[in-house]
């Protein structure tokens, strides 16, 4: 039920860098009033459990597509590549 209620709220998501931040808790009571929970601290607990492990999955896959741009990056402007500007005027 957990996994239910969590991703019935929305993300939120940082504006320039595309991080994640979570969910917006904001609507929680009322999903937990439609959805008629009872045991609700227990559900909470286990989503936000949920919200820890996609931070850090989404987190952990930025850094690891970060770090590939970068050496993709190196790799183009490696030594051995010579560079000439043809300048008229």
Request: some cysteine; hydrophobic content about 30%.
């Amino acid at each position: 039920m957990a996994f239910f209620i969590y991703n019935c709220l929305s993300d939120v998501w940082e504006g320039m860098s595309g991080t994640f931040l979570g969910k917006d808790w904001s609507f929680l009571e009322y999903v937990l009033d439609l959805h008629e929970i009872e045991d609700r601290r227990t559900i909470f607990f286990f989503a936000k459990a949920i919200e820890e492990e996609y931070k850090t999955y989404y987190s952990e896959e930025s850094e690891r597509r970060r770090k590939a741009e970068e050496r993709k990056s190196k790799s183009n402007a490696g030594p051995g590549k010579n560079y000439s500007y043809n300048v008229s005027g």
